[in-house]
Structures are given as structure tokens and as C-alpha cells.
Nanobody, 121 residues
Framework: VQLVESGGGVVRPGGSLKLSCVAS????????ISWVRRAPGKGPERVSR????????YSADFVRGRFTASRDNDKNTLYLQMSALQPEDTAVYLC???????????????WGQGTQVTVSE
């Protein structure tokens, strides 16, 4: 099971970035996938969560109207389009998957390593 994020970087306030998370090793199409961010000195914050079909089951108040999460089940990829970025958006952005395994009970989860987003002049 692997989740690999990419697309982070340094951007000026008001700028945009698009993050990607490529999944492998599990049934991505039936997994619930989230973006979570971890800012320096703060606990993790869920940014958004998508159902297997791509419907948003959660979107944080602080990103509504600025960030859009989406998924391409044919490419096993989760995206986060971010615009109007502010310094307080500086964080490591991670993807998190919750999924089931064939013939096994219960649910499993996996985390990516994260990609750094820095918003600064």
C-alpha cells in the first residue's frame, strides 16, 4: 500500500498550487480518501474527504471557496486544487485512505509522506 503526494512548493500569497496523490496497493475506487494538513506547532486538520464516487463528504470551513478536492479513479489519483493561498495555509499536506481488503474484516488505512506547501512573500 502506497500513497505518494506531489505538487507542493513555495508560492506567494494569493497564488495557486495543485497537489496530487497517487495510490497503489489497494482498491482505490472503493476507498474514502482525505486531504489532511499539518502546520508547524499545530495538530492535524482535515481539509476535505471524498467518497469513493468523488462526492465531498467533508470540506473544512477554512478552505471553502478556495480549495477543491477531486479524484480520478481510473488513474488512482487524488487531487487538491488550491487557490487564494494565504500564509496560514503553510503546512505539510498529506493524503489518507480508508479502505477494505478482500476477504478480510474491518477497515484499513494508509498515509502518504506528505508534500510541503509554503506560502510566503
Amino acid at each position: 500500500v502506497q500513497l505518494v503526494e506531489s505538487g507542493g512548493g513555495v508560492v506567494r500569497p494569493g497564488g495557486s498550487l495543485k497537489l496530487s496523490c497517487v495510490a497503489s496497493g489497494f482498491a482505490f475506487k472503493s476507498a474514502t480518501i482525505s486531504w489532511v494538513r499539518r502546520a508547524p506547532g499545530k495538530g492535524p486538520e482535515r481539509v476535505s474527504r471524498l467518497s469513493p464516487s468523488g462526492g465531498a463528504t467533508y470540506s473544512a470551513d477554512f478552505v471553502r471557496g478556495r480549495f477543491t478536492a477531486s479524484r480520478d479513479n481510473d488513474k488512482n489519483t487524488l487531487y487538491l486544487q488550491m487557490s487564494a493561498l494565504q500564509p496560514e495555509d503553510t503546512a505539510v499536506y498529506l493524503c489518507h485512505a480508508v479502505f477494505k481488503r478482500p476477504f478480510l474484516l474491518g477497515t484499513y488505512d494508509a498515509w502518504g509522506q506528505g508534500t510541503q506547501v509554503t506560502v510566503s512573500e
